[in-house]
């Protein structure tokens, strides 16, 4: 007999199916046996006669919460029955892998242990309907994504994570042995999108791991993390880049608000606003004048950019002034910005970049890179590197790029915000850090 899925059992009625699933509570009474078993699509009861079969009842009673168990029955409409109006009437039942006594924690409990601890039994917690969710999300999410960009003529790629050289600087860097030489964990996969661009790709996205060995132990940091890049070619500036994010994200938004918005609402509480464009852009300088305004003190020597009190302020004004949760903070100066990062021509000490912050939150990078090899040459020994360790990088500017620019985002990041997670501990599947390595 094939395996029914309990949210299909309302089609099944007075037909004998088989369902498999978790046993997430038995109500052991003096002539009745109930189950209430769970797959990921929901919950049926499971009510066994004890006289029928005394055997099988005795193995019942010792079945522990979380069982994985296999039952055959007929499905019958019972209306007092709160879980969709039927139930299952007992016929076989297999202990497929009886769950130990006690659990390490209450799944249903009113109070969870914390974060950290149910990370040592991710599993276990990941069978919660509220985990459960936020990976349908993900799947919901990455789906519109992708769509998205094939219907924008974006192709996808996958990069090495092995480099020869750092990406970006030498800071945040996982350096591990190989052969008898060194090798780096790619820290993004910059310099690689913009070989897509100097190949001809014209458009590119990846979504793929990201390292940084970033000591950090904050709410909105991991080591290794999925990041959603894109770079595009022959844009003009840094706004075509901030514009395609825009429509990226309102689609992904809408996705996920078709497919998942009731149960996102019914269970995290959030009513999912599907965002309006434009976003809200303000150069980086005004929101430092702004935020300042609002009287945060920023830390001294924070001249260039915000930190993370700083965002929060200027989510605050663009929530007050435009009644948007998202802004682009654009035009950074050159020091708070990696060399590739193109310069505005009318003014050589800002670039053409933006960081998008969503409810205060920083979710993604972008810029317009420097296409033209002596500039981006100029640029790299001016912030002090040596050239040498991205000759091959420079050589991709050699022989005809054209004018590009892209994002990074990080996965966990957008899920944060998108079902309002206050710890990115809740938005991956197994969180790495710097304290955490198993499971
Ligand atoms: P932050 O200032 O928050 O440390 P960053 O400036 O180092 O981030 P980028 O290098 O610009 O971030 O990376 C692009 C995006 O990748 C970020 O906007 C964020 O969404 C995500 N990201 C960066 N670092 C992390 C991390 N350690 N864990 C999870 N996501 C990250």
Redesign the pocket.
Known sequence: MERTMIAELSQCIDQTVKISGWLQVLRDQKSMQFLILRDRTGLVQVAHWKKGNPELAELISTLGTESALTVTGKVVENPSVKLGGLEIQLETLAVENAAEAPLPFELTGDVLPNVDFRMDWRYLDLRRPEPLLVFKVQTTLEKAAREFWLQNGFMEIHSPKIMGTPS?SGAELFELKYFDGKAYLAQ?PQFYKQMGMAAGFDRVFEIGP?F?A?PSFTS????E?T?LDFEMAWINDHHDVMDMIERWLQYIYQAVKDEHGEAIKELLGVDLVVPSLPFPRIPMLEAIQIVKEMGYDLPEGKTKDLDPGGERTIAQHVKEKFNHDFVFVTDWPITARPFYHMRKPEDPSLTRSF?LLANGL????GAQREHRRAMLERQALEMGLTTEPIAYYLDFFRYGCPPHGGM???L??LLMVLLGLPN?REAVYLFRGPNRLNP
């Open positions: 970006e993004s990201v940084r970033d909105r940091h991991m080591t993390f990041g960081d920083e979710i993604c990078t990074g985002m990080g966990s990041r990115i």
